[in-house]
């Protein structure tokens, strides 16, 4: 196939594309307008491939978006542009809310009158819409997940801006008839995510020896999943996913926040041990607990299991160590982003609303 990867050059994104083109046959261009949380770097392994195509696009520019699937002559295409900081979402909501909805429905105006142009066949194009699982809101502690049934009840702008674009792609799959899938994720861990995400923010605290910010007490609970297991399950939902469904996608790996701080610095103590002897965890500061913070989520995954033979490879601790050791050895990739944009420091107090209410 040849499949358009909007926000290509992302976390998540760029692993999409290096799985694409190391492990399948398709050809890719990623589109990405190269915000903050993009890099090419990350694309680094696999942009002198022949199948590897690169545009600078911003998928609210239509007329751009509508050259651009007509010259390539996409089959596919995988959804992944978005902003996705939840604290950036809550100081700085527009951004959000541009892309993640205005430019969702931009792509598929401009996806639908494509599939059209080609002769509107149901098996002749994919829409492949990547969310995650925080648009179903927050769940107790009582052990249950959410499944693909669950009711949406989005806590934060990132979350409702989400949920806006997930609605979005069933009202045209629905209306319009637009072959699409839909895939769930919970949290994503791994090499290149940007830094000011806890598992890597917490790396090169330890790394720099800065005190490491810990939410409240920590007690937060996120399901974890390693960011090539969801590439390889992302692909496998594009294939072979059936139109019009929804996939849930889980690492199942639970944990609290504290322990993931705590399993990192464990980690560093056995890579990068500080000098003195003192343990990482020693660094581990309690700090404000984020507005409105949700309290647990947890992905039940049996659907994609069942109907794609998907199950995540790694577990939490060889995901952890591979990751570690990844920005250990990988200084000339995330250093100049903590240059440019100040990217470790504290957001999502909900300070800079309050100032603009007063105006």
Same mark, same amino acid.
């Given at each position: 196939?040849? %499949?358009?990867?909007?926000?290509?050059?992302?976390?998540?994104?760029?692993?999409?594309?290096?799985?694409?083109?190391?492990?399948?046959?398709?050809? #890719?261009?990623?589109v990405d307008k190269l915000t903050y949380a993009?890099?090419?770097?990350?694309? *680094?392994?696999?942009?002198?491939?022949?199948?590897?195509?690169?545009?600078?696009?911003?998928?609210?520019?239509?007329?751009? &978006?509508?050259?651009?699937?007509?010259?390539?002559?996409?089959?596919?295409? &995988?959804?992944?542009?978005?902003?996705?900081?939840?604290?950036?979402?809550?100081?700085?909501?527009? /951004?959000?809310?541009?892309?993640? #909805?205005?430019?969702?429905?931009?792509?598929?105006?401009?996806?639908?009158?494509?599939?059209?142009?080609?002769?509107?066949?149901?098996?002749?194009?994919?829409?492949?819409?990547?969310?995650?699982?925080?648009?179903?809101?927050?769940?107790?502690? /009582?052990?249950?997940?959410?499944?693909?049934?669950?009711?949406?009840?989005?806590?934060?702008?990132?979350?409702?801006?989400?949920?806006?674009?997930?609605?979005?792609?069933? *009202?045209?799959?629905?209306?319009?008839?637009?072959?699409?899938?839909?895939?769930?994720?919970?949290?994503?861990?791994?090499?290149?995510?940007?830094?000011?995400?806890? %598992?890597?923010?917490?790396?090169?605290?330890?790394?720099?020896?800065?005190? %490491?910010?810990?939410?409240?007490?920590?007690?937060?609970? =996120?399901?974890?999943?390693?960011?090539?297991?969801?590439?390889?399950?992302?692909?496998? #939902?594009?294939?072979?996913?059936?139109?019009?469904? $929804?996939?849930?996608?889980?690492?199942?790996?639970?944990?609290?926040?504290?322990?993931? #701080?705590? *399993?990192?610095? /464990?980690?560093?103590?056995?890579?990068?041990?500080?000098?003195?002897?003192?343990?990482? =965890?020693?660094?581990? $500061?309690?700090?404000?607990?984020?507005?409105?913070?949700?309290?647990?989520?947890? %992905? !039940?995954?049996?659907?994609?299991?069942?109907?794609?033979?998907? *199950?995540?490879?790694?577990?939490? !601790?060889?995901?952890?160590?591979?990751?570690?050791?990844?920005?250990?050895?990988?200084?000339?990739?995330?250093?100049?982003?903590? =240059?440019?944009? /100040?990217?470790? =420091?504290?957001?999502?107090?909900?300070?800079?609303?309050?100032?603009?209410?007063?105006?």
């Amino acid at each position: 196939m040849k %499949i358009i990867v909007t926000g290509g050059a992302g976390f998540i994104g760029s692993a999409v594309v290096r799985h694409l083109i190391g492990r399948t046959a398709h050809e #890719v261009l990623v589109v990405d307008k190269l915000t903050y949380a993009g890099n090419l770097a990350s694309l *680094a392994s696999v942009q002198d491939n022949s199948r590897y195509r690169f545009s600078r696009t911003d998928i609210c520019d239509r007329r751009a &978006m509508v050259e651009l699937l007509r010259s390539f002559d996409a089959d596919a295409i &995988m959804h992944l542009a978005a902003e996705s900081h939840v604290d950036r979402s809550i100081d700085e909501p527009a /951004d959000f809310i541009t892309t993640n #909805v205005v430019g969702t429905y931009v792509l598929l105006e401009t996806a639908l009158a494509h599939w059209r142009r080609r002769g509107g066949r149901p098996g002749d194009f994919r829409f492949h819409h990547v969310s995650t699982d925080e648009v179903f809101g927050a769940l107790a502690d /009582d052990g249950s997940r959410f499944t693909e049934n669950t009711r949406y009840d989005p806590r934060s702008p990132y979350s409702a801006t989400k949920a806006a674009s997930d609605h979005l792609v069933r *009202a045209w799959a629905h209306t319009y008839g637009l072959p699409a899938v839909l895939s769930n994720c919970s949290n994503n861990y791994g090499p290149h995510q940007f830094v000011e995400k806890l %598992i890597p923010l917490t790396i090169l605290k330890c790394l720099a020896g800065e005190p %490491i910010p810990v939410y409240g007490r920590g007690a937060h609970i =996120r399901d974890w999943l390693f960011v090539e297991d969801h590439a390889e399950a992302l692909a496998l #939902v594009l294939e072979k996913g059936r139109a019009g469904e $929804t996939y849930n996608i889980g690492g199942e790996a639970e944990r609290p926040n504290i322990d993931v #701080v705590h *399993a990192i610095c /464990d980690a560093m103590d056995r890579l990068a041990p500080r000098n003195g002897g003192q343990t990482y =965890r020693a660094l581990v $500061t309690f700090v404000p607990d984020r507005p409105g913070h949700d309290f647990r989520y947890a %992905i !039940d995954c049996a659907k994609v299991k069942a109907e794609l033979g998907w *199950a995540p490879k790694n577990s939490f !601790d060889s995901g952890l160590a591979l990751t570690v050791q990844w920005y250990i050895d990988n200084r000339a990739w995330w250093e100049p982003l903590l =240059r440019a944009d /100040d990217a470790t =420091r504290r957001r999502g107090l909900a300070k800079n609303l309050a100032k603009k209410g007063a105006k």
